[in-house]
């Protein structure tokens, strides 16, 4: 019997995978050979010595101590490319609000009080103050070629927006068979200078960490839009707001902005929901937990 430890809720679909003759699951559960999660923060747990394979239902490991768990020789499974539809969309999601201007349009028509003639009125105000622009007048820089940035690549293409695109990570080259119609900018300098919105889909490491900052900013043209929906660090959050606070960018959409952007009238925030769909939370628990399942039955390593 194998016993397996779930530090988030996982999609009964994934656990499904686990056959209860075989598998003790739970969150309570003592001396695991498994650990499954989500987003739970392991860096302060200590992990049992028992564990020896741990599942990320999502594509992030930076919840993980993965460095000490693969000097203890554990290997951490991930579900690359599981929730990249759902990402995706709200990727598109996020640029079209921010183009149309519709959350301060929502704000503002919720705050609307009184009879139908002071409603007129305050459409009337609406419609001069929320005058939005269109996506196919607007060049979109992907910054990560993986699962998640071709897909909005070509979504946005197919959207009528030019789109440029960057891997600071993995070879141009291989990032270029997936993603034609999608301009290379040589640098990331040359993405940001030619851009209108920007949207980074890159992990949060050293090389990752603030690459969207003050003076990459202000290579932008005026208006521009920065969609987050990756990790935190990789945009230096001060030099957001002090973007947007000058006027020079129009709106920062992210998955969970700092307290000092949070309630920014130009940000656009999420409560971390990029993956938080059905189809992605099923997808994402079936493959890891036949990760963490054919490692501990027979040794087979995918997706670590
Ligand atoms: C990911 O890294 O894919 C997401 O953080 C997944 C999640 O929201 O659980």
Redesign the pocket.
Known sequence: MHKILTL?NISPLGLQRLPREQYEIGSEISDPDGILL??FKMHDMEIPESVAAIG????????IPVEAMTSRGVPVF??PG??ANA?KELVLAGLLMASRNIHGAMRFAADVEGDDAAISVAVEAGKKNFVGSELPSKTLGVIGLGA?GVRVANAALSLGMKVVGYDPLISVQSAWQLSSGVEKAVSLDHLFSQCDAITVHV?LIDATRGIVNAERLKMMPKGGIIVNL??GGICDDAAVLASLDSGHSHCYVA?FPTAALLKHPKVLAFP?????TNE??EN?AMMVADSVREFLEDGTVTNS
Do not use: F, Q, T
Not at 56 to 63: I, K, L, T
Not at 272 to 276: K, T, Y
């Open positions: 988030n989500r987003s990320r239902a999502g594509a992030g490991v930076n919840n991930n579900a599981a929730n990402v998640i992990p990756a990790r998955d971390h929901l990029g993956a938080s992605a939370e994402c």
